[in-house]
């Protein structure tokens, strides 16, 4: 089905296609960022420690190893992630009583407490809204983002975490 500009609700009178496509990309990034910086100002913790300690609160004991699989980060990404949780009183680092080389990340009660309180990430509303949507619809997006990032020299072949996050992964902004 083709859809003209009216049909669309579109007023492209004075911008091109390609700078509503950038506009569109930033209020992306502008929601993002908003959502990031609100989970800052009222639990102090980044998107990215958030899922970590989702992460952890989920399965209760898992090594760095295991918390960076779960959620797409690299090892030494988590494993600063977790000194500032740890420094907040948020998780427990336990020797394995099996393999004493093994240390084990656990979630503290306040780490409860505040996945208690959070908010759904950016992504989690995202996903349930796109499974609503027909398969077609899912595709014909997901075909349209990745031409984006052919277009904008992103590679596709970099390892992306599966959440909305910008800035450093690990280190809340500057509010």
């Given amino acids: 089905m ?15 296609l390609a700078e509503e496509v950038l506009i569109s ?69 336990n020797r394995s009583v099996i393999d004493r080389r093994r240390v084990l990340i656990e979630p503290t009660e306040a780490c409860e407490e505040i996945l208690d309180k959070a908010p759904p990430l950016m992504q989690e509303v995202f996903q349930k809204r796109f499974a609503d949507l027909e398969k077609w619809e899912q595709l014909m997006i997901l075909s349209s983002l990745e ?18 996050a910008t800035g450093d992964l690990g280190e809340p902004p500057s509010v």
Avoid: C, W
Avoid at 2 to 16: H, V
Avoid at 45 to 52: A, C, G, H, K, Y
Avoid at 149 to 160: D, E, K, R, T, Y
């Fill in 25 to 93: 990309i930033r209020q992306i990034i502008q929601s993002v960022d908003l959502h990031s910086r609100d989970l800052v100002k009222k639990f102090g913790l980044t998107i990215p420690q958030l899922v970590t300690l989702q992460s952890v609160s989920r399965e209760k004991s898992l090594t760095v190893g295991e918390i960076a699989k779960n959620i797409s980060l690299s090892q030494a990404t988590v494993t600063g992630i977790l000194e500032r949780l740890h420094k907040r009183g948020l998780i427990y680092r």
């Fill in 2 to 16: 083709e859809f003209s500009r009216s049909e669309n609700n579109r007023k492209t009178e004075g911008k091109d």
């Fill in 147 to 164: 031409r984006v990032v052919s277009l904008m020299n992103a590679s596709p072949s970099v390892a992306s975490a599966p959440f909305l």
